[in-house]
């Protein structure tokens, strides 16, 4: 079985939400009901699994859906947080260091893979300047540059 529809099958409403929790190999799923799951993604015997569900209410009735998600890593003090906000307005943090201490994970090392590093500096090329339409234009920086 596709680890895609491992992930279709465990949510039974629409997913709204696909996020990386950077640095570790993780992945948070979440749907329209407020339904998160956690997922471990990297290659294990086992596969790829789910190693959390949790959901988003706010009384043993009511679930919210989530609008936003982020996470807080630090590897010195393995403190490990998700962030989340819900329809309501609802801002909630959630201590969730356990997870990488019980599946001893390290943190992805992305610094290195030049695609994977979207804090990489980018050199400036020739063909990317802006040199202009016509000699003067008024719009390109050339053009401002023969005043």
């Not at 090392?109 to 003067?136: I, M, Q, Y």
């Amino acid at each position: 079985m596709r680890f895609e529809d491992d992930i279709n099958r465990k949510h039974k409403d629409e997913v709204t939400i696909v996020k990386f929790l950077n640095p570790l190999p993780l992945l948070l799923t979440a749907d329209s009901k407020g339904v998160m799951f956690i997922w471990l993604v990297r290659d294990l015997p086992e596969g790829r699994k789910c190693i959390i569900r949790m959901e988003n209410t706010q009384s043993m009735t009511t679930s919210n859906p989530l609008t936003a998600v982020d996470s807080f890593y630090d590897e010195h003090s393995g403190t490990f947080l998700l962030l989340i906000g819900d329809e309501t307005g609802w801002i909630k943090i959630q201590d969730i260091s356990i997870i990488p201490k019980t599946y001893d994970l390290k943190p992805l090392d992305f610094s290195k893979e030049a695609k994977r590093n979207p804090w990489r500096p980018l050199a400036l090329e020739e063909h990317t300047l802006d040199r202009g339409h016509e000699e003067v234009d008024d719009i390109s920086d050339d053009a401002k540059d023969k005043d």
